[in-house]
């Protein structure tokens, strides 16, 4: 794949700060990662719900959505899923930059792939969002069934089964969707966003 010469940056006379003072509030990605089945899509959905309740201006960007569309022509090979993830941290730059609360969720199972993402944004614009949820309970769910066929070796390289799941290091948020309720997990991550005064209203 050739890299694009000759082109030039084109700087927007309208500011991220200006932005965010319009829609009242602070621009950032919240990155979901877990295990297929972990919870993620379904957490995505509901706190997108509840931060438009309050007023924020969102963007949800889901993994299976995006392979529809953007990404296509990629498929689940490591090069593939490294690819996945810099398209869609560059894509969630654009909704940061737009002043949107941006949600992701998506595997993403390399903590490299998802320092990457952190690299690119400023400062406090990248919260990882941890989804915990052990495999055995993950499979047990197994919405999409997904995990029987990579069990039956139908398909290859499935996270969690024959390809790695690498844990984040530290992240911002670590939400227990096995033993906690959809609800529970939506207000610890709303509690976040206001304790580090994502959501105050900028004067």
């Not at 090979?77 to 869609?88: A, M, S």
């Not at 969002?129 to 995990?147: A, N, Q, W």
Request: proline share 3%; with cysteine; hydrophobic share 30%.
């Amino acid at each position: 794949m050739g890299t694009s010469t000759n082109i030039v940056w084109h700087e927007s006379s309208v500011t991220k700060e200006e932005r965010e003072h319009q829609k009242n509030h602070k621009s950032a990605v919240l990155w979901f990662t877990g295990l297929s089945g972990s919870g993620k899509s379904t957490l995505s959905v509901a706190l997108e719900r509840a931060l438009y309740n309050l007023g924020i201006h969102t963007c949800r960007l889901d993994g299976d959505n995006v392979r529809n569309g953007l990404n296509k022509n990629l498929g689940f090979d490591p090069d593939d899923r490294k690819e996945n993830i810099r398209r869609i941290g560059e894509v969630s730059k654009l909704m940061v930059d737009a002043g949107l609360l941006t949600l992701t969720a998506f595997i993403s199972p390399y903590q490299e792939d998802r320092n990457q993402v952190r690299a690119i944004l400023e400062e406090n614009e990248f919260i990882e969002i941890y989804v915990k949820c052990s495999l055995d309970t993950c499979e047990k769910r197994d919405p999409k069934g997904l995990y029987k066929k990579a069990r039956a070796g139908e398909i290859k390289s499935f996270t969690g089964i024959d390809a790695p799941y690498e844990k984040p290091v530290s992240p911002e948020i670590t939400v227990d969707t096995e033993n906690y309720s959809l609800e529970k997990t939506v207000q610890v991550i709303i509690q976040y966003l206001r304790d580090k005064k994502y959501l105050t209203k900028i004067t």
